[in-house]
Each structure stands twice: as C-alpha cells, then as structure tokens.
C-alpha cells in the first residue's frame, strides 16, 4: 500500500519571541524581563505590566487556533498586536513572511485593509447605518464601487442567513443576529485572516452554540486562517483545530483538543479540563 501524501502545512502567521510590556517606559520592564525577573517583580519594581511574555508560535493557512486563557491574560493584546492596534515591545510578527512588527503604519493600513478583518466581542456595527450599508462599509474605505460593493454585501448577508435583513437598523436585530453582521462585514472583505477577540461572550448560550456551529459552516467554506480568542473551553475544544492555553502571558500548552485531553501539560491545564469532565458528569 502506498503511503498517504502528506500535505505540506503552510505558515500564515509566525510569533518570534514576541513581548509586550504596558506602561510609561515598556525598555525598562523589557530590560528587567531578559533579566530573568518575574511579571510581578517587574510590576512592583516599574509599574509597568509584561503583558506578552516571550510568546513564539505558528499558525497555519486554514487553520481555526484559538487562544484560551483567563481574564488577564494576555489574549487580547496578542491579537491586537497581529494588526498592530498595539505596538509590541519586542520580537516578530510574519504574516506571509513580511515582519508586520516592523512595517511603518501606512504599509499596516493597507494589510488592515487587505488581508486582515477583526469581529470584536460588541458587534462594532454602526447603530445608524442600516444592516447592508455596515456590510459595505469595508468594502467603501478598500475604494470599491457602489455596485459591486451592494453585490458583495448581498452575497455576504445571504452567506449568514441574512439576507432578508439589509435594511435594518442593527437595533432591531437580537444579539446573535447582529454578530452575524459583524462577522458578514468581515468576510465582504475577502481578507484571508479573521481576528476574533471573544466574538460569541456576550450571546445568550444558545445563541452562542448556534454561532459557534454557523463559523464551524463557514469555515469548512471559506478555509480562511482564523485566530479566535475565547475563554471558555468548551467553546475552544469545539471550534479550535489547535489551542493555545494562555496564563500570566505565556502559553502553558499548545496543541489539539485531542493531544491536550490525553496530555495535559501540569496541574493548571488539568483544572480546566476538569470542567469539562464535570460537565460530561452531569450529562451522565
Ligand atoms: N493599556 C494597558 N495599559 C496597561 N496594562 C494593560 C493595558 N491593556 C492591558 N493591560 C494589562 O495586560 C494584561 C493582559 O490584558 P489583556 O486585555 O490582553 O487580557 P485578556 O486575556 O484579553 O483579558 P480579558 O479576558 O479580560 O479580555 C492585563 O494584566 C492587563 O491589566
Ligand atoms: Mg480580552
């Protein structure tokens, strides 16, 4: 029998040792972190917060990772460092092999523009724009023309289940469907990456597995490479592909639900699949 070819996977994005320190001045906190001092010495010391501490991993094309971790940990300025809404302290960011960290803010909107599309936890929708004209709204500032940008709003808005809904003002909308616009507005865009910082949290729980399943259809369409930021686990175990467990700004374990299941790294990643087992309990 003849071996399975085995498809090459292709990096998307790359962290190198990337670190970000908050405060007045991150190089003094930089400086004490290479040091070998700790996140709380540093903040005792400085003031200032090692929010991202030496972080390196890859991201496949087509890959849904998600990032897991508790409030403060880190998750949503590592996301926000990827389009540069924050300036890391040190380190690298390839997307594609270009060094995002170190490109100049104009070549960064371009990519905004481009390659990139965020959903945020609150929708982000303009509340007095109608459905369809949030949806072209990417499309207007990427320079696209009224008539192709009302037909790519339209396909988008259909893609979600939305399509009878361009009118609309988003008020009218429930929770679940106005994320539904949010995250049509970031696929209008063709954009080969969707940063998501914790799109579902704020949707009733129904809601919120009903949007969980309707990614998991999109994403089986559209192959993009999506960075999802949760911090709920059985969220991160159903959509993730791979997972990376967050603390304190480091990342405890990588891996897929499967590898992190049978082998948890330590005592702090057993904690949390314990969660899950006691939710299995209860189900009997
Ligand atoms: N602008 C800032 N100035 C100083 N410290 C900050 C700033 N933004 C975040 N931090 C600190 O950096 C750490 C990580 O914050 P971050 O918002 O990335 O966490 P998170 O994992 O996204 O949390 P949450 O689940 O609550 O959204 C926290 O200790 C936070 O207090
Ligand atoms: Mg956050």
């Given at each position: ?281 209860i189900l009997g």
């Amino acid at each position: 029998m003849s071996e399975p070819i085995k498809k090459e996977l292709e990096t998307k994005i790359e962290l190198q040792h990337l670190i970000k320190v908050y405060g007045k001045n991150p190089y003094i906190g930089l400086n004490l972190f290479r040091e070998g001092k700790t996140r709380d010495e540093i903040l005792e010391l400085t003031n200032q917060v090692v929010s991202i501490a030496d972080i390196s991993l890859k991201i496949n094309q087509g890959e849904l990772f998600v990032i897991m971790g508790l409030s403060g940990s880190g998750k949503s300025t590592l996301v926000r460092c990827i389009n540069r809404l924050i300036k890391p302290t040190s380190g690298h960011i390839y997307i594609d092999g270009e060094d995002v960290a170190h490109v100049d803010e104009k070549r960064m909107r371009q990519l905004r523009l481009s390659k990139i599309s965020m959903v945020f936890q609150q929708f982000g929708l303009f509340p007095h724009k109608t459905v369809r004209d949030n949806v072209e709204y990417g499309l207007k500032v990427r320079g696209i023309k009224p008539p192709l940008r009302r037909q790519k709003a339209e396909e988008t808005l259909a893609l979600v289940g939305l399509e009878k809904w361009g009118d609309y003002l988003p008020s009218s909308l429930s929770g679940g469907m106005q994320q539904r616009v949010g995250l049509a507005r970031a696929l209008a865009t063709d954009a080969e990456i969707l940063l998501m910082d914790e799109p579902f949290s704020a949707l009733d729980p129904l809601i919120r597995r009903e949007m969980q399943d309707e990614l998991l259809r999109l994403q089986k369409e559209l192959h993009k490479t999506i960075l999802f930021i949760s911090h709920d686990i059985h969220e991160a175990f159903k959509i993730g592909d791979r997972i990376a467990v967050m603390k304190d700004g480091n990342i405890v374990q990588l891996g897929t639900p499967k590898e992190i299941i049978s082998q948890p790294a330590n005592d702090y990643i057993r904690a949390f699949l314990q969660d899950i087992y006691d939710s299995k309990a209860i189900l009997g």
